[in-house]
């Protein structure tokens, strides 16, 4: 059995059970601890400033494909392989290339039918968690071509350092007033 054509989740009687999500979730945390190694060490202002921004960049790159409609790039050139969705419909995991590709060009093609011109990412703040990984949240502000608002959300994206540059591993959506922060205790 499967969930959106997804096996990872099995049924014993009427409870749905997420046999694959504690996999999941160890895999996407194995993802940010391998992205670098972990130094122990603080990171100066400057260095946490500089991943920020680099950090920052890679969620807006992925918001300038996505008006390029070029779901070539966003599939092999934002995201990890596997990479997890959180919503308000649940968990979807996507597991492989084409299964990224597919998901972009189907993701651009119904937007496009409601109207669609473009998504505004509007960063309210960054978290950086080392220095390669960190917390990208904002408001993702959709508009139609005649420049009236479609929908505003907020999301937050987990991006990680890889050997290919930056890569989103995992993104939540939520509510536009919440903002994910990190302040230091």
């Keep these: 059995m499967s969930v959106r054509g997804y096996p990872f989740f099995c049924f014993a009687g009427d409870v749905m059970k997420p046999v694959y999500f504690t ?7 194995s993802i940010i601890a391998g992205a670098r190694p972990v130094s122990g060490q603080e990171l100066t202002p400057a260095q946490e400033a500089e991943i920020g921004t680099e950090a920052r960049r890679h969620v807006e790159r992925y918001y300038g494909y996505y008006y390029e409609r070029n779901p070539e790039a966003l599939s092999t050139e934002i995201f990890t392989i596997p990479w997890i969705s959180i919503g308000a419909t649940g968990v979807r995991f996507t597991m492989t290339e084409e299964e990224n ?31 390669g ?39 939540s ?6 903002v994910v922060r990190c302040d230091v205790e």
């Excluded at 996999?23 to 945390?29: K, M």
């Excluded at 590709?101 to 950086?128: D, K």
């Design 23 to 29: 996999l999941a979730v160890v895999t996407l945390f």
């Design 101 to 131: 590709l597919a998901r972009f060009e189907a993701a651009i093609a119904t937007l496009l039918e409601r109207g669609w011109n473009r998504s505004i990412f509007t960063t309210r703040n960054v978290c950086v968690l080392s220095e």
């Design 133 to 171: 990984s960190a917390i990208v949240s904002g408001m993702n502000t959709r508009t139609r071509a005649d420049g009236s608002i479609m929908s505003v959300n907020g999301v937050s994206y987990i991006v990680a350092k890889t050997d290919l540059g930056w890569r989103t591993i995992s993104f």
């Design 173 to 178: 959506s939520h509510s536009p007033e919440k």
